[in-house]
């Protein structure tokens, strides 16, 4: 599975950006995508996923919205209230058998796309 990320960009605090995620996969109807991030010098960090239902974490609730497009196999991101501390590059994932109480942990997923830069100014 290959995955392309791609919308990143250099933003104000307050802006909406929209990230793209195309992979592919046939079987990407069925299967768990989520978006990760890495900040400068920090650990990568979940933000979200799509597994039937959405989630996400508790610092992006209520302003990122996980979508899927299965007729396009791409799954988007839509933030909206960024803010600095959402500066990171952001990665898009799948995995083969990801089990719900899984869909947080980037060790259960297989298959990474190569990253999309955004950058939030105060």
């Known amino acids: 599975v290959q995955l392309q990320a791609s919308g990143g960009g250099l933003v104000q605090a307050g802006d909406s950006l929209r990230l793209s995620c195309a992979a592919s996969?046939?079987?990407?109807?069925?299967?768990?995508v989520g978006w990760f991030r890495q900040a400068p010098g920090k650990g990568r960090e979940f933000v979200a996923a799509?597994?039937?239902?959405?989630y996400y974490a508790d610092s992006v609730k209520g302003r990122f919205t996980i979508s899927k497009n299965n007729a396009k196999t791409t799954v988007y991101l839509q933030m909206n209230s960024l803010k600095p501390e959402d500066t990171a590059v952001y990665y898009c994932a799948t995995g083969d058998r990801i089990i719900l109480s899984a869909v947080r942990d980037e060790t259960a997923y297989d298959y990474w796309g190569q990253g999309t830069l955004v950058t939030v100014s105060s």
């Open positions: 799509h597994k039937n239902h959405e």
């Open positions: 996969s046939r079987t990407f109807h069925r299967t768990t």
